[in-house]
């Protein structure tokens, strides 16, 4: 089969759709990821080329379509445990903060969580402590690509996933299959996932008094324009005195002045003012 070629005016006008749409900005060298990822689909739905889908996908008003063509330019890596010293910060400074100021309420969401992953360690850990009241800890997981919600919501991972997770909680929080990893109902049911779109006002205007977000690894594939509107708006979801935890590769230097960056353990945590 001969491999479909995107010529350069239709990547640009494919790439100026999903930045508008979602915030995320497809560089020249990662043409050739948009490329494959969307060559399958076009066939399978037997467009003759970019240029055609792009315009059925602008212009038909077919949801399921755009929903699959959102899938197909996300990007969901993720898995347990991962950059633990978030975790570490937010239950040995944050949660102990929370407690002595009288509050026994956690509302924490992570925003752009993938397959769950995320959201699902924070539970764990949280029902290490023996909380798990919904009422005190309330957790929330979002993200536009709705196919990743669905596998959030199942819980059965791949050994990929759970490869961070230590083996006494692996024991017992999951189900192993010899395939695959079945998370416990008891974690499961401390998550709510729901799709929103970072970029989208509206749908971002309903997220307000969050104690703590963790938006990480999710703004790196935003511009600087993009990652300055989507930190605003989660500034504007966070209670005063909320923390803001961003990937370990990341940084809101030059993106935002409204946090105070704050060092603990040689990791930095923003805080709204
Ligand atoms: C690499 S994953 C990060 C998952 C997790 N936060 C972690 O650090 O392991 C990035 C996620 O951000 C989501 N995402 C990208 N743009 C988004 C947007 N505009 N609104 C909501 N989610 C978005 C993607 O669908 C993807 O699931």
Not at 12 to 18: A, M, P, S
Not at 114 to 140: A, R
Not at 207 to 233: E, G, Q
């Amino acid at each position: 089969m001969e491999a479909m070629r995107l010529d350069e005016t239709v990547f640009k006008k494919l790439r100026d759709f999903i930045y508008e749409r979602t915030g995320i900005y497809i560089s020249d060298s990662k043409k050739y990821l948009l490329e494959n990822r969307l060559q399958r689909r076009i066939l399978e739905r037997g467009f003759r080329g970019y240029e055609e889908y792009l315009y059925f996908i602008q212009y038909s008003g077919e949801e399921a379509e755009l929903k699959r063509f959102f899938d197909a330019v996300t990007t969901n890596e993720t898995y347990f445990f991962r950059e633990p010293q978030h975790f570490d910060i937010l239950f040995e400074h944050i949660v102990p903060e929370i407690k002595k100021s009288g509050r026994e309420r956690y509302r924490i969401w992570s925003a752009g969580c993938s397959t769950g992953e995320e959201p699902y360690t924070i539970s764990i850990l949280f029902k290490e402590m023996n909380m798990t009241n919904p009422f005190n800890v309330d957790i929330t997981g979002t993200d536009l690509n709705e196919t990743v919600l669905e596998t959030a919501k199942r819980g059965i991972y791949s050994s990929y996933s759970v490869r961070n997770v230590p083996r006494t909680y692996l024991k017992k929080y999951f189900k192993e299959n010899g395939v695959s990893y079945h998370l416990d109902d008891r974690i499961k049911k401390m998550v709510r996932f729901q799709k929103v779109n970072l970029v989208d006002e509206f749908e971002m205007n309903r997220f307000r008094n969050y104690d703590i977000i963790f938006c990480r690894n999710v703004l790196i594939y935003f511009d600087d324009k993009a990652k300055k509107k989507v930190v605003s708006l989660l500034y504007d979801a966070l209670r005063p005195g909320g923390y803001l935890f961003v990937g370990a590769s990341e940084s809101l230097h030059n993106i935002t002045r409204a946090f105070k960056p704050l060092v603990i353990n040689k990791t930095v945590v923003y805080k709204r003012g």
